[in-house]
């Protein structure tokens, strides 16, 4: 059974880059049929999408964030990871990742992320 | 980029009914996917794609389509459905960006 992971400071400062990883199990993340995403929710606050990444190295962010966020893979750790820089209180929140899958039905395709870590809080403060 | 807009709350009485929805331009495009978040938990993906339902998810979830709004309905709502739900959908560009619907907070009475 696929599992997620992630892991890093549960603290950073202000100005500072954020970094977490997300290490997959049961699973290969060399996969053309899936990409892997980061998602994230401010406490008492919807869910955001942050950005993914397939495993060739293509990624893509929220518009919100581009310019503060990567998103890199390592293939060979089975591993993604995050970088949010210059963070601000506002960049406080659950982080999770989370393996993002497609089909077609009739024409039309369909896009779900079907398997989560369980989220890691990340606050920013001095 | 997209929106897709959820009313903030619903609330069902136990064994009745509920549909919750989700209105976007994307969805003329993209299927919606829908998830379930129960407090400090993490998101648990529900429906999928026209109408599929992940392994474990109990067939009293169901997914539907109307113009610019995907619905998800849950027939004969338990305790244990009482929960947050999300729509997502890939936006309506062609920037393989994601976007997350407002969440609906679903009570059971």
């Known amino acids: 059974q696929l599992q997620l992971q992630e892991s890093g400071p549960g603290l950073v400062k202000p100005s500072e880059t954020l970094s977490l990883t997300c290490t997959v199990s049961?699973?290969?993340?060399?996969?053309?049929?899936?990409?892997w995403g980061w998602i994230r929710q401010p406490p008492g606050k919807g869910l955001e999408w942050i950005g993914n990444?397939?495993?060739?190295?293509?990624?893509y962010y929220n518009p919100s964030l581009k310019g503060r966020v990567t998103i890199s893979v390592d293939t060979s750790k089975n591993q993604f990871s995050l970088k949010l820089t210059s963070v601000t209180a506002a960049d406080t929140a659950v982080y999770y990742c989370?393996?993002?899958?497609?089909?077609?039905?009739?024409?039309?395709?369909?896009?779900?992320?079907?398997?989560w870590g369980q989220g890691t809080l990340v606050t920013v403060s001095s | 980029s997209s929106e897709l807009t959820q009313d903030p709350a619903v609330s069902v009485a136990l064994g009745q009914t509920v549909r919750i929805t989700c209105q976007g331009d994307?969805?003329?495009?993209?299927?919606a996917s829908w998830y379930q978040q129960k407090p400090g938990q993490a998101p648990a993906l529900v429906i999928y794609?026209?109408?599929n339902r992940p392994s474990g998810i109990p067939d009293r979830f169901s997914g539907s389509y109307s113009g610019n709004t995907a619905s998800l309905t849950i027939s004969g709502a338990q305790a244990e459905d009482e929960a947050d739900y999300y729509c997502?959908?890939?936006?309506?560009?062609?920037?393989?960006?994601?976007?997350f619907g407002t969440g609906t907070k679903v009570t059971v009475l």
């Open positions: 989370a393996r993002r899958g497609e089909a077609t039905w009739q024409l039309m395709i369909g896009h779900f992320f079907d398997s």
């Open positions: 049961g699973g290969s993340i060399s996969s053309s049929d899936y990409s």
């Open positions: 990444i397939f495993y060739s190295g293509s990624s």
């Open positions: 994307s969805l003329r495009r993209y299927y």
């Open positions: 794609g026209k109408n």
């Open positions: 997502n959908s890939r936006d309506s560009s062609d920037n393989h960006e994601y976007v």
